[in-house]
């Protein structure tokens, strides 16, 4: 009797030895390696050496399939940053990875893997490459704590990214207004008493173009409009004042009163300013000796003497000055004729100048240099 009952136990005991062997097994034989893409390669690319990360959950050996390869041949649990090897111009649909290991017991091997497919993607030539061009004539117009800006339109552009900040120097590190769909947009909720600048790009899916040329405009409480031309501000007072009060005006917002450079700068400022707001100063003035004439800012502009030929040859009065053209002339006809100290101010609709005492009242156009 008790020689079965130790058979008993003996066939027991191998039944749950069997049971938990086949049981391993099964398990075992479901053991495999999980590959995900972490980060896909940018396309396109003009990168021949570009970086991929993807993770895995094992460790193992890394085999690269399809047309790309790589120096890196251990993965880690976890994520992998990976360097694919130079590659040429062309689109890459067939590239795989995998990574395998073996488990090993003392009877048995298993041999485990995981593969993944990198998402397609182009590496393109930098000389075919089509970068955006520039905006052109962005424009920065500013008043009751709004800036309105506009710009040309990009031939294959999608959208378009302002970058702006209180300081010169805009690039592309500055505070950014992404998706602008449209060629202007209007910055409004500003604070008075600060210049603003501005460039724009254009947005294509082959990522951002050139940036534009700078622009900005002056919020400010007796400010009433400001514009950009030819990389400099130009603002308008809100209120008429002598020529004296608008220079400490000017001072104070770190201007000057205009100096007009050429015909092209003096239609535009008519254009902007005194056609639609009125008779406006401008720096012009010879106050400290009577004829003399000189700017606001006292320099010159190494133009051969253009800008500061404000009497012609007929000096002044009755100057005869001209712009470059040497035909359009800069005063009114017999202008400027005042006696004592005079001050001068874009009169006609025309662009002409005048002379008046400087303690007349008129609005003044105040410059600053970006």
């Known amino acids: 009797m008790k020689n079965y009952l130790i058979y008993y136990l003996l066939i027991t005991l191998s039944i749950i030895v069997n049971s938990c062997s086949e049981g391993f097994k099964e398990e075992y034989s479901k053991l495999f390696i999980a590959l995900t893409e972490v980060t896909a390669i940018t396309t396109p690319t003009t990168d021949t050496t570009p970086d991929y990360t993807f993770s895995s959950t094992e460790s193992g050996a890394i085999t ?3 047309s790309c390869s790589s120096s890196t041949t251990i993965a880690v649990s976890g ?4 360097t694919l090897s130079s590659l040429s111009v062309g ?3 067939d590239c795989t990875i995998t990574v395998s290991k073996t488990i090993a017991t003392e009877k048995s091997e298993k041999k485990l893997s995981g593969s993944l497919t990198i ?20 424009s ?25 900040d209180n300081v010169s120097g805009i690039d592309n590190s500055d505070t950014a207004i992404t998706s602008i769909t449209n060629d202007n947009y209007t910055h409004s909720s500003l604070d008075n008493g600060s210049i603003y600048y501005y460039k724009v790009a254009a947005v294509n899916s082959s990522g951002t173009g050139t940036l534009s040329s700078v622009s900005s405009a002056i919020l400010a409480s007796n400010i009433q409009a400001s514009k950009t031309f030819n990389d400099h501000t130009y603002a308008l007072t809100s209120a008429t004042m002598t020529w004296n009060n608008a220079k400490t005006a000017a001072t104070a917002l770190g201007g000057y009163l205009t100096t007009v450079n050429t015909k092209a700068e003096n239609d535009w400022l008519t254009a902007i300013f005194r056609i639609p707001y009125g008779q406006s100063w401008i720096g012009a003035n010879d106050i400290a000796t009577t004829n003399t004439w000189v700017w606001d800012n006292g320099t010159t502009d190494n133009d051969n003497g253009l800008t500061d030929n404000i ?3 007929n000096g002044c009065p009755n100057s005869n000055a001209t712009w470059a053209d040497n035909i359009t002339k800069k005063w009114q006809n017999l202008e400027p004729r005042g006696s004592g100290a005079t001050c001068g101010y874009i009169w006609q609709t025309s662009g ?17 240099d970006l």
């Open 64 to 66: 690269y399939g399809g």
């Open 79 to 82: 994520n992998n940053t990976i």
């Open 91 to 93: 689109t890459y649909a």
């Open 119 to 138: 998402t397609s993607f182009t590496v393109s030539s930098s000389d075919n490459t089509t970068t955006l061009s520039a905006p052109d004539n962005l």
């Open 140 to 164: 920065a117009s500013g008043a009751n704590n709004t800036i309105t800006l506009t710009w040309n339109s990009v031939s294959g552009a999608t959208s378009y990214t302002l970058y702006w």
């Open 311 to 313: 009497c012609g040859s």
């Open 352 to 368: 002409t100048w005048d002379d008046i005492a400087c303690g007349g009242s008129k609005y003044a156009i105040i410059e600053f």
